[in-house]
């Protein structure tokens, strides 16, 4: 009989309802991420790099080009200089470098504060390695509530995980939140984890908040980055965690054992691409796009939607609709008017008895978004 390290988890909703939607013919708008084709520059890049012969183990933190390139973008967009030797590790995909972050500081006992609704693998990565998750609640319209965060800090708290914009909320932390955050933190040696892996799907002209910008908090801090959700290749699992020296040796000291390296010849086409600021600065307005397209659409259904100010995610509020709790719903709204969607208690250690809400990933070809908005205007 095997003894399970995570007796109360399951799979995953994404691969739930991704396998749902393959299932039953539905318009997948569940699992974050893009149906249209990435740059054919960057998939030549690729092969060029294999062709060149750069297909043998990269450096374990990263090739140097790439780690080189990752601080010359991250200088360039919050002024500071991350050593690209000893502070920038390249990882297999935010989650991997979100599981090495946590396996390297917390231990037995610690507590981990997360915040939900919150993205799946938090907690049960910081159950693994023995420590106490601590779950609070985003405030009133999915905002940050710094009193609740605050509420829970005990000499325990080994580490605060935050999350810009929000997957699933779709909001984002603002300067205000920061400031909150530097003064509960002050005094304290709480590790900081701040997943930023949609750092330029943030709408509107706003500014992307990053950890980066508050020296009283990068000093402290792991930040988790995301080249799939930038270059809409999320199937390559590439992603990178930037952090001061000491907590990135630590980082390394796992990532070594976990995976060791990451993919060669995509580092060498990343290293390239990322040259060329406009790969990046064209994401805002080309999501802000198809939120407002999906936005428009939606306006003639019955779901009501909640504010988006970042991510690829659409939260909807279905509660005019039915009173079903989410789950079943979703898989109804799959089955019976075909558009499959991630409920959102699975992001809860508690979900909310009265909630009653949808994500819908707008990461879509407009044809794709029309036709799943014809859908769920039937319902
Ligand atoms: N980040 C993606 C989402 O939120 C899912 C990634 C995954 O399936 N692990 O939909």
Known sequence: MIKSKLPHVGTTIFTVMSKLAAECGAINLSQGFPDFPIDAKLS????????A??????????????????SNKVERLYGFRYDPEAEVTVASGGTQAIF??????????DEVIIVDPAYDCY????????????????????KFDAEAVKAVITPRTRMLMINTPHNPAGTILRDADMRRIIDMLRGTDIILLSDEVYEHLVFDGEPHASAINYPELRDRAFVIFSFGKVFHTTGWKMGYALAPKELMTEFRKVHQFNVFSANTPIQHALAAYMMEPSNYESVPSF???????FARGMAKSRFKLLPCEGSYFQTADYSTISQEEDRSFAERVAREFGVATIPLSPFYMEPPADQRLLRFCFAKQDTTLDAAIEKLCRI
């Open 44 to 51: 030549e890049l690729v092969n060029a790099a294999m062709r």
């Open 100 to 109: 090495t972050a946590i396996g390297a500081v917390v231990h037995p006992g």
């Open 123 to 142: 907690s049960p990565t910081v159950e693994l390695f023995g420590g106490k998750p601590v779950h609070v609640r985003l405030g009133d319209d999915m």
């Open 53 to 70: 012969g750069h297909n043998q183990y990269a450096p374990m933190p990263g090739l140097p080009a790439l780690r080189e390139a990752i």
């Open 287 to 293: 999501y802000q796009a198809k939120r407002d397209r």
